[in-house]
């Protein structure tokens, strides 16, 4: 299972905005991944509802995880969009 622990980059949290446009990216990874905050229960990275009810904040450590094939790469790159707080998935790490 491969997993990345990272803090979240958004000043607002994993909220609104910033929740919907990671969730977008989770689902076009096509790779199934989870998300929880540090310590946690882990949710479905791709459920809007989920992500929300995690109820990150800005700052806060979370943790993505797959073990999916692929996943190591899909991972860097949703923990460089949370991280750096981005606008969309980055195209390269």
């Known amino acids: 299972m ?7 980059g958004w000043a607002e949290g ?11 990216a989770a689902t076009a990874t096509g790779v199934p991944v ?3 905050k540090a310590g ?5 990275a791709a459920s809007m509802l989920a992500v ?3 109820g990150a904040q ?3 450590e979370i943790v993505l995880a797959s073990g999916a094939e692929g ?8 923990a460089k969009l949370v991280s750096e707080g981005l606008e ?3 195209e390269t790490v």
């Open 14 to 24: 994993l909220h609104a905005r910033p929740a919907s446009i990671f969730v977008r």
């Open 88 to 90: 969309e998935l980055p």
């Open 40 to 44: 946690g229960d882990p949710v479905n």
């Open 71 to 78: 996943a190591d790469a899909a991972l860097d790159r949703l």
């Open 2 to 8: 491969a997993e990345r622990r990272v803090n979240v």
């Open 52 to 54: 929300l009810g995690l």
């Open 58 to 60: 800005g700052g806060e």
């Open 34 to 36: 989870t998300i929880a």
